[in-house]
């Protein structure tokens, strides 16, 4: 059983090539002069010169990692392990470690004595910044891990994460955090209990 | 000697225009490509500046440049004024004591609006030469510079068993004829050398009409040979030659299919090459170049009497450069890149700059034999005559004359360029046996048919 293919049906003009090249050429001379001629905000122009312009992230951009600071400057980070127990490419490396026993934080949280990140294993899913009860880790950075020819850069220490400021050039965030002994503070010790 | 001298002169001006604008091509063909494509484009190759430097070129250079113009506006309305003034109180031939005619102040005006019209252009491309980097980047006119300094580098790689001799000289056939073909073109009208003792008397003054002038007559054609034409076909022919050399030297089995192909698509398209302006020769009565831009300066341009053998020539001599869409001789996806697939660093180079010179050559053919060559509409050889339009005639010495003749030409040929680096970018490739049907079965046919007809209405009208 043959099966009737139906040819494309072309007018004359189609046919004869030419006035379809014309159109063409039309299209492709107006384009021109539209981008070479017009204002820079009428032209359309798909590319930027990457290392001089540089295109707008969008606002939720997943950028380097940051460890947000406390009023103090010290990380707000409490090492409960949560962001390296969600992580699915196992990047976060996190030492806890117990304040002394006279800071008024002793017995009610702990810190990062060693927060490691290896950027060349994170896939930048966000995922930590969920899992992150305390709003000390985040990606609001908008800019990438920089380039380097030494896998060693890419190993991301405490100072590093703490050094590398938000969009908004600060180091806390609008989240305020109470500390042991402000008005807004639970009350909380080790004590008394939860 | 004056001869000698002329001549030698006359072919460093085309080789200096020809080798100056084929290197500029392949940026404007990258380009214009990338314009039409919503691309950025090759504009990044620069030299880097000091701010200092880029500051001042970018602001009071740019600012010079536009005063300059707006000095040229004035001194432009100034002369304007004097001539009107000149020619309400004495009339249109009034000649004053000092000599001086209405025709010299509009003269004169006209130049303050050529000077006025080259400093605004200077001040823009001054202020757009230097990039935000602050680098000169001349909108990336120096990638040209920078590809050829790339391929100078590149090693000159030769396929162990390729005919070397063949393979070494194969790129030189494909270039001269594109350079010689230039040889017969006429770039300009006759240019009046004064007689012994003072060579400018004639150059600085108004020359009047088909006058007879002491002294020497050169014309702006590097070699005035009597087959004309014929010429170009000839030197074209051996074209051919270098292509297929290129593609047979190779010892690849790519170049010499893509030799085989370019070999016969230029042997099939020089035919209907010449067939195709064999009605403009019936029309002109003549081969030589030069009598057919008179021919068309006393009656109208070509392309008016001979609508049909325009198309058909656009179309072959595309074919025969081997351009897009007839580039199936160097076709990527079936034979990677033709007859110069073998060839590396400036021996690629000289193919690429003898395809790019080919383009000027059949640019200024077409401008030659259709669009009047260098002539300017109303310009004659002492200047615009406007006489039946305005009332008065615009006298010129006869360098600017001469100058206005060869900027002109030259603008001729940049738009036919531009067209066919546009026509590049647009069509899809033909496929070959298209390629073929298109040269025997259609563009032969079409051109015979308009040689019978113009001989007929030739015939017909006398």
Redesign the interface.
């Known amino acids: 059983m043959a099966y009737k293919i139906s040819k494309p049906k072309r007018s004359l003009g189609e046919q004869s090539y030419f006035p379809e090249a014309a159109k063409g050429l039309a299209l492709t001379i107006g384009r021109f002069f539209k981008n070479t001629f017009s204002k820079e905000e009428n032209k359309i122009i798909a590319t930027v010169r990457y290392p001089d312009e540089v295109r707008d992230y969008p606002e939720r951009f997943r950028g380097v990692h940051r460890l947000t600071h406390r009023m103090d400057g010290s990380p707000r980070c409490v090492a409960c392990l949560c962001c390296s127990t969600a992580c699915p490419a196992q990047c976060i490396y996190i030492e806890p470690a117990e304040y002394e026993p006279d800071d008024p934080r002793y017995g009610y949280e702990r810190y990062p004595k060693v927060f490691v990140i290896d950027e060349l294993r994170c896939i930048f899913c966000g995922y930590c910044v969920e899992a992150c009860p305390c709003d000390a880790i985040r990606m609001d950075t908008g800019v990438h891990v920089p380039a380097s020819t030494e896998r060693d850069h890419f190993i991301f220490d405490k100072e590093t994460l703490m050094s590398i400021p938000g969009k908004d050039g600060t180091y806390v965030t609008e989240n305020p955090r109470p500390e042991p002994g402000d008005p807004g503070h639970p009350g909380i010790t080790r004590e008394q209990g939860h | 000697m004056l001869l000698f001298v002329s001549t030698l002169l006359k072919i460093g001006f085309v080789l200096a225009i020809l080798l100056g604008i084929a290197p500029v091509l392949v940026w404007v063909e990258r380009r ?1 490509s990338s ?2 494509q ?3 484009g090759p ?2 190759a620069g030299i880097p500046l000091p701010a200092t430097l880029a500051d001042i070129i970018r602001g009071p250079l740019a600012w010079g440049a536009k005063a300059v113009a707006y000095g040229g506006l004035a001194f432009a309305v100034l002369a304007l004024l004097g001539g009107l003034y000149f020619w309400a109180t004495l009339g249109l031939s009034g000649v004053s004591e000092s000599g001086m005619t209405s025709g010299v102040y509009f003269g004169l005006a006209v130049l303050g609006v050529a000077i006025a019209a080259f400093h605004f252009a200077a001040s823009w491309v001054v202020k757009h030469a230097v990039d ?2 602050n680098e000169l980047t001349l909108f990336g006119l120096l990638h040209p510079a920078v590809d050829s300094l790339k391929m100078f580098w590149k090693e000159d790689f030769v396929p162990p068993r390729a005919d070397k001799f063949l393979f070494h000289i194969a790129p030189i056939i494909a270039l001269i004829p594109a350079l010689a073909t230039y040889a017969v073109i006429p770039f300009g009208p006759d240019l009046h050398w004064g007689p012994e003792g003072e060579p400018f008397k004639w150059l600085f003054s108004v020359v009047p009409e088909g006058a007879a002038l002491a002294g020497e007559t050169i014309p702006l054609q590097v070699a005035n040979i009597n087959v004309g034409i014929l010429f170009v076909f000839a030197v074209a022919g051996t074209g051919i030659v270098g292509a297929a050399i290129a593609g047979y030297s190779s010892d690849n089995k790519y170049a010499l299919l893509g030799g085989l192909r370019a070999a016969s698509q230029m042997v099939s398209y020089e035919v209907t090459l010449g067939l195709t302006l064999v009605g403009c020769f019936m029309i002109y009565g003549t081969l030589l170049l030069d009598e057919m831009v008179v021919w068309q300066q006393e009656h109208v341009w070509g392309f008016l009497v001979q609508p049909l053998a325009l198309i058909l020539f656009f179309f072959a001599s595309i074919a025969e450069m081997k351009r897009v869409p007839f580039d199936a001789p160097e076709g990527e996806s079936e034979i990677v890149a033709g007859y110069f697939l073998e060839y590396s660093g400036f021996k690629f180079g000289m193919f690429m700059t003898g395809e790019f010179l080919e383009h000027l050559v059949s640019s200024s053919l077409i401008v030659t034999l259709f669009f009047g060559g260098y002539d300017v509409p109303l310009l004659h050889s002492d200047g615009f005559h406007l006489g039946d339009w305005l009332g008065f005639d615009i006298l010129l010495p006869h360098i600017a004359v001469i100058a206005i003749s060869i900027v002109v030409f030259l603008l001729k040929m940049g738009v036919f360029v531009f ?1 066919q680096i ?2 590049r ?3 899809p490739r033909f496929r070959y046996d298209q390629i073929m049907q298109l040269c025997w079965k259609i563009i032969l046919p079409l051109s015979l048919a308009n040689i019978l007809v113009t001989g007929v209405l030739i015939l017909a009208i006398g």
Request: hydrophobic letters at 50%; zero cysteines; charged letters at 25%.
């Open positions: 214009q314009m039409m919503d691309r950025v504009v990044r935000s980097r067209l546009q026509v970018w647009t069509l």
